[in-house]
């Protein structure tokens, strides 16, 4: 079992940034793959990015170049900084992990709201 905190989330303007943080209850070296994804209120979750264990990255088109994935695997933590916030990136943001086997995790999720 794996447990996964998100925190960080708020109240922005538009233009904003934010920093989420996504701490893993074991090694991050012992996940495959680390995401986050959001889901805005009647929509879908979507996946926004990725971090595997060799420290490649992915992106959703929607959120290249606004957004970053960092890790500090001492604190076995993933950051997502989000810059340029607009409006529509208002959602639940929710820290995934893909472990072995197929064992999936998430987290409780953190609200982000982009409003003036």
């Known amino acids: 079992q794996v447990q996964l905190v998100e925190s960080g989330g708020g109240l922005v303007q538009p233009g904003g940034s934010l920093r989420l943080s996504c701490v893993a209850s074991?090694?991050?070296?012992?996940?495959?793959?680390m995401g986050w994804y959001r889901q805005a209120p009647g929509k879908q979750r979507e996946f926004i990015a990725e971090?595997?264990?060799?420290?490649?990255?992915n992106y959703a088109d929607s959120v290249k170049g606004r957004f970053t994935l960092s890790r500090d695997n001492a604190k076995n933590t993933v950051y997502l900084q989000m810059n340029s916030l607009k409006p529509e990136d208002t959602a639940v943001y929710y820290c995934?992990?893909?472990?072995?086997?197929?064992?999936?995790?998430w987290g409780q999720g953190t609200q982000v709201t982009v409003s003036s």
């Open positions: 074991t090694s991050i070296f012992s996940i495959n793959v």
């Open positions: 971090i595997t264990s060799g420290g490649s990255t």
């Open positions: 995934n992990a893909e472990m072995a086997m197929g064992l999936d995790y």
